[in-house]
């Protein structure tokens, strides 16, 4: 008998064995593509064979890019532990991580993201987009600085996120900002539904989009880095698309320039990237990242958005890739640029009058009162 420890919720189950991972993972119900498998250090593909006396975690990691029968790495011909359907191909352990970092090189050089003389703010949350990103660009030379923001403290959660993202920079020695908002902004993120109206995931995405530009503005970093994937990218985008938010649209890109206003350049350079493979490079690097997710996340509308792209991308892999890279290159260029206008209340650009967040925490304090 083999033992299995799934995640999120945490339970455990015993299987017989030994048997095929996909068998397991049909039997047990579970979408490859939305999963990491592991045994001790190693991540198994799905036509390698849990042993009787295995201890196997199956690690969700909502999306993903992988599912074939390519058990050999495609670069050196080893065994490959990772396959990715939309490239057509396995890769062993050291090829994928090499693969990782030329994606994310490409993104940098391609876009011009960053100059090698930048102080770059990243963005950090705990979790594995954010920890990746933060280490593929510690490796690959840059000068960063972590930024972390505590959304609320009176719940197991958040506490845990901020002990996974210090370990991290304690290991590389690397400096970590660590920002209250309730010391910052005198409020936390779950009372601001109950008193704007605004759902959860919504005013949480708008207080820390706000907080790291006016951190990164204030502090003088020259680029925000954000680890932002291409699940994310592409499920951001199908709910512009559905509602035909052009402002949005517009300024949906891998690269925000720095403006007048006191926005600083804004990065994306893990947007090549699914989540599926951000997850298996923290896994390989051995990067300790937050698996649990948040426990306000449901009603999350992105989640949705994310489902009903990976049921297309199931069928026909690369799905994703196509919607997402081809908007950048054919239908963005096509779409005007709203004027913006600095913020009267926070100086921060907007297309409209006062802007989204200070929109949002005047109604907030009103209601409070
Ligand atoms: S799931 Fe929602 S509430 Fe939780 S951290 Fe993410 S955006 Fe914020
Ligand atoms: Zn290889
Ligand atoms: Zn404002």
Not at 220 to 237: P, Q, R, S, T, W
Request: with cysteine.
């Amino acid at each position: 008998m083999a033992r299995i420890v799934l995640r999120n919720p945490r339970r455990e189950v015993t299987i017989d064995a030994p048997k095929r991972v996909k068998v397991v993972l049909r039997e047990l119900d579970l979408d490859p593509d939305a999963v990491l498998v592991i045994r001790g250090e190693d991540l198994l593909t799905r036509e390698d064979v849990i042993g009787s006396d295995d201890d196997i975690e199956i690690r969700p990691v909502i999306s993903g890019g992988a599912v074939g029968t390519h058990t050999k790495c495609r670069r050196c011909g080893g065994r490959g532990v990772i396959e990715l359907r939309r490239h057509n191909a396995a890769f062993c352990k050291e090829c994928f991580l090499h693969f990782f970092r030329e994606q994310v090189k490409r993104a940098v050089e391609h876009e011009q993201m960053l100059d090698r003389t930048d102080r770059v703010l990243v963005a950090v949350s705990g979790g594995k987009d954010s920890l990746a990103l933060w280490d593929v660009l510690i490796e690959l030379g840059y000068d960063t600085t972590g930024y972390h923001i505590v959304l609320w403290t009176d719940e197991e959660y958040a506490p845990e996120s901020l002990r996974y993202t210090q370990a991290f920079a304690d290991e590389r020695g690397v400096k970590l900002i660590v920002c209250d908002i309730r010391e910052e902004l005198g409020f936390t993120i779950p009372e601001l539904p109950k008193t704007t109206g605004r759902p959860t995931c919504g005013a949480c995405g708008l207080t820390k989009r706000h907080q790291i530009s006016k951190a990164a503005y204030d502090l003088g970093f020259d680029v925000v880095a954000i680890g932002h994937n291409l699940d994310d990218e592409a499920a951001v985008l199908l709910g512009n698309v559905l509602r035909w938010d052009t402002d949005y649209l517009a300024r949906q890109a891998p690269v925000l320039p720095a403006t007048d206003e006191g926005f600083v350049k804004k990065v994306k350079p893990l947007f090549r990237l699914s989540e599926r493979e951000t997850a298996a490079y923290a896994f390989l690097k051995k990067i300790d990242y937050q698996v649990e997710e948040c426990p306000l996340v449901a009603g999350n509308t992105q989640l949705k958005y994310k489902a009903a792209l990976d049921l297309l991308e199931r069928d026909a892999p690369g799905t994703k890739a196509a919607f997402y890279l081809t908007f950048l290159d054919r239908a963005k260029p096509a779409i005007a640029k709203p004027e913006m206008h600095p913020c009267p209340a926070c100086g921060m650009p907007t297309p409209g009058e006062t802007c989204a967040f200070c929109k949002m925490t005047q109604v907030h304090i009103k209601r409070k009162r």
